[in-house]
């Protein structure tokens, strides 16, 4: 079956809009956990706007299932990791003015920085995915430099309008798994995804993790966050029983 990670940035986006204290990420892990997930991420950014070291320090201490950390590739970051030692780092693109990672990495052009950053991860024990745009060149590049597995970025899958647009960034992300596993890369999928559009990403053959968050806590304010995980983690499971189907 494929696993459900469960970004928790976004409780935090909402402790922060008034200062406080709650509602708290960390408990927000736990309770996710507790429904089922089996990984809880993070995006630790430059400006802290989500989750801050503290936060990063009590999930390092209370998760019991894998800490994902997601990161620029930028010093200060690298050290805070390096430090904590989460099971494992997702490299991604960061802008100060964007309101979410709004592409995949470059691989290519980072060769030799992102060469250095794995050996050092993988130093302390830790798994490095990048997050890159279903490209053969992007996976490749991400399997020279060292990296465990990629994280498919399905932002333009999630947003596509039309029939032939969805069907056209589905085949991109199938035939983007596929050829990562055959370069013995693991393969994730993020960004974008909800209970309307991750039923296909499911039916994937080579995917083995889905980093979700966003779909999630807006479903958590609804109706709590254990029943907004068990329902996503049904719904991944249900669809994960039908890879054999034609899309």
């Given at each position: 079956m494929i696993r459900?990670?469960?970004?928790?940035?976004?409780i935090a986006t909402i402790r922060n809009a008034r200062g406080g204290n709650e509602p708290d990420p960390v408990v927000a892990a736990s309770l996710a956990e507790l429904a089922g997930a089996s990984g809880i991420v993070c995006h630790l950014r430059e400006d802290r706007r989500h989750i801050n070291d503290r936060d990063l320090r009590l999930l390092r201490e209370v998760v019991q299932t894998k800490l994902d950390l997601e990161m620029a590739a930028n010093e200060e970051i690298i050290q805070i990791a390096l430090q904590t030692r989460p099971e494992l780092v997702t490299i991604v693109p960061e802008k100060r003015?964007?309101?979410?990672?709004?592409?995949?990495?470059?691989?290519?052009?980072?060769?030799?920085?992102?060469?250095?950053?794995?050996?050092?991860?993988?130093?302390?024990?830790?798994e490095v995915s990048l997050f890159v745009e279903p490209e053969e060149k992007q996976i490749t590049a991400a399997k020279e430099v060292g990296a465990d597995m990629v994280e498919l970025h399905t932002g333009t899958y999630a947003n596509a309008k039309t029939p032939e647009?969805?069907?056209?960034?589905?085949?991109?992300?199938?035939n983007?798994?596929?050829?990562?596993?055959?370069?013995?890369?693991?393969?994730?999928?993020?960004?974008?995804?909800n209970y309307y559009n991750t039923k296909h990403i499911c039916y994937i053959y080579e995917i083995e993790e889905l980093s979700i968050g966003h779909s999630i806590i807006s479903r958590a304010a609804l109706v709590g966050i254990e029943r907004a995980v068990k329902e996503m983690i049904e719904l991944i499971n249900n669809s994960t029983l039908h890879r054999n189907i034609d899309i």
């Open positions: 459900l990670n469960v970004n928790i940035d976004h003015q964007e309101l979410t990672t709004e592409g995949g990495l470059d691989v290519v052009s980072q060769r030799e920085k992102l060469m250095s950053l794995c050996e050092r991860m993988h130093e302390r024990g830790i647009r969805f069907k056209f960034e589905l085949n991109r992300i199938i983007a798994a596929a050829f990562a596993g055959n370069l013995e890369l693991k393969v994730a999928a993020g960004h974008g995804l």
